[in-house]
């Protein structure tokens, strides 16, 4: 049987084309999984192995070159399990880290396989939620300071204002699970109203980060009714279906025997006791050393 890769120069490997393999879906932690739940409900009948690099999360407040580091660290290890499709389930990731993989690392690495974010799906959709042309968008440090967003809408829809705003605390209180208490209210209103004073008119909130869903009842408590929030789970499931289906040569590589896998660079016990929360639904997973 042909090695899935072949050591190239150090710890540069060449990836080759082999069998089928699952869909692979990363994250830094636990957020992925309110993007996987969506595609696995959209796409049953696709395999999929999900890794949380928890025992490295948060990526949100890291620098370019870390950010950057550790994606292609974990991808590589997505190309070795034989996955030809990787989704950064990751605003951070794929703010920080994909564009320079797709540009430089792909074509050397692994030229068949392909990377995509959730970035560009969510910003060719945002403009259809909003009637003031006016949207806030609410991210990781990492992903506001990347400005991916700014510049990816104003292709899609260069009339739009946009409006964004850092939230360094929420991920951290959601990884820990303190996102029902007085302090975890403190910050996200802070965040909330720092955000709607840009603009009276902002009729739209994107939770520009796979995380902020659990929160979503939340945050809601502290906008006024008319604003729509819009989570990225469902518009990335519905733009991978149009992209297997528009790029037969990548999905003849994708297995299809309904299974999802779960792995975390942490402990598993910590990821199968918090995972299902954000999966809704309960799961076990395994450790992995990168
Ligand atoms: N869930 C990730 C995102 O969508 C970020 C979490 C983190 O800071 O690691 O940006």
Redesign the pocket.
């Known amino acids: 049987m042909q090695e899935p890769y072949t050591r190239v120069y150090g710890s540069l490997y060449f990836y080759n084309m082999a069998d089928k393999g699952p869909i692979g879906v990363f994250?830094?932690?636990y957020?992925?999984l309110t993007v996987l739940k969506e595609m696995v409900a959209k796409l049953p009948l696709y395999d999929y192995l999900y890794m949380g690099d928890n025992a490295r999360?948060?990526?949100?407040?890291r620098s370019f070159e870390t950010v950057y580091h550790y994606t292609l660290e974990c991808i590589q290890w997505f190309f070795k399990q034989g996955c030809t499709l990787v989704i950064l389930?990751?605003?951070?990731?794929?703010?920080k880290a994909l564009r320079t993989i797709q540009q430089n690392d792909l074509e050397k690495l692994a030229p068949g396989k392909r990377v995509l974010g959730?970035i560009r799906p969510t910003t060719e959709r945002i403009g259809e939620f909003t009637k003031t042309g006016n949207i806030g968008i609410l991210?990781?440090k990492?992903?506001v300071q990347s400005k991916s967003y700014l510049l990816e809408i104003e292709k899609f829809y260069p009339l739009l204002n946009v409006y964004q705003e850092a939230c360094p605390m929420w991920?951290p209180l959601i990884e820990n699970n303190l996102d029902n208490s007085a302090g975890a209210d403190y910050f996200i209103k802070q965040n909330l109203d720092c955000l709607l004073s840009y603009s009276k008119t902002i009729d739209t909130i994107l939770l520009?980060?796979?995380?902020y869903p659990l929160i979503a009842n939340k945050i809601r408590e502290f906008i006024p009714g008319h604003i729509t929030l819009v989570s990225q789970g469902g518009i990335v499931a519905e733009s991978l279906s149009e992209y297997l289906q528009g790029h037969p040569e990548i999905e003849s590589y994708c297995s299809k025997n309904g299974t999802v896998e779960f792995v975390t660079t942490d402990s598993s016990e910590d990821f199968d006791n918090n995972g299902g929360r954000f999966y809704n639904s309960p799961l076990r997973s395994t450790h992995i050393d990168l």
């Open positions: 994250d830094s932690g957020g992925g999360a948060p990526y949100g407040s389930a990751c605003n951070t990731a794929s703010a959730v991210g990781t990492g992903t991920v520009a980060c796979t995380h």
